[in-house]
């Protein structure tokens, strides 16, 4: 099979990874790519929103399966243009993608199912804003109702701290004020062919820039799964994904199908269990960044045998996705400065110390080569993977190769998966 995967970042990488692991192997080219993935297939100079050159790419190259990662060719109605070429593709459609595109939409579709969500109010304007954090109270939610690049959200007990935010995202359309809940979080990828879904393994991320949740939000700074303490709250993890599956996955799937929506690619569930029960923070259209670099390396099925019934309307065939026993975390490391306004263009060094460690890989996030120098391009620069048979063997197999990467300034998390036994 010859597979187009677009984007430029770790979670691309990772699902590159995946894919390479497979025999035979697929053919596998990637658009952008970045300097790590350049390393492992060919890849193409394409801009990965552009639906028109995308389509006319995979056309002349006789692509057989495009796999979108990041959210913006989905808004951008990438998969669209693909679609009316007949070519398959892992990845909802424009209409589909406001799931995460817009949150009121996907506050709107979850009403209409009936999942299990917090309450919300969508404000357009600084009063109907002040009016709604004075409605929930602190601690304050606000969230950007667009795409935030994961930086759209600001949870604070200060409420000019979460007006300030308010504000400044009303430059850019509307926002909305939830009600804060509280609990641990989980992460459920599910893919979809539009009427069926599969699940793949539980994560859980690390949002926060410091260690013990503090400092301000990002896109994700560590990840690590399975979730062993499912197991004491719901009997099994397959009983939990069973109740997701119940009560969130196919209701929302079969709305969106029911508005003549159909989503088709990975359905991304937020959740958090509160002491009320499980309940939908967001959604996301695509796999996520960083438990794609968790999840996936634990994936005993191939993947681009999934990926390809789900675009082809074929999952309800399928069994289940096997995984293994084993356990992965991943630690990210960050530019100087980020997430505010990340310091990049520096070298980077030490990598092939890094990967000599056992059960170890790096998916790079925001790499270039420039002039035979490694150089970071952006906020978060890699994502060392490590996977061990417990959580004190592929933490510390992490933290060690983490360790032998230099670049000055970077910094990372060092409590990811800390408390996991």
Known sequence: MKILVLGSG???????????????????ECAPGNAGIAAEVPVVALDPNDPVAVTDYAVLNSIELVVIGPEAPLVAGVADALRTRGIAVFGPDRAAAALEGSKTFAKRIMDEAGVPTGRAVRAGTLAEAEAALDEFGAPYVVKADGLAAGKGVLVTEDRAAGLAHATFWLEHGSVLIEEFLDGQEISLFLLSDGQNVLPLSPAQDYKRALDRDAGPNTGGMGAYSPLPWLDAQFGSENEFVDEIIATVALPTVRQLAAESTPFVGLLYCGLILTDAGIRVIEFNARFGDPETQVVLPRLLTPLSGLLFAAATGGLGALARPEFSADVAVTVVLASENYPQDPLVGREITGLAAALS??????????????DGALVSTGGRVLSVVAVGDSFTQARARAYEAIGQVHLAGAHFRTDIAARVT
């Open 10 to 28: 770790a979670r691309e990488h990772a699902i590159i990874t995946a894919l390479l692991r497979e025999q035979p192997r697929p053919s596998v």
């Open 357 to 370: 460690g056992h059960g170890v890989t790096i998916a790079h996030a925001a790499t270039a080569l420039i």
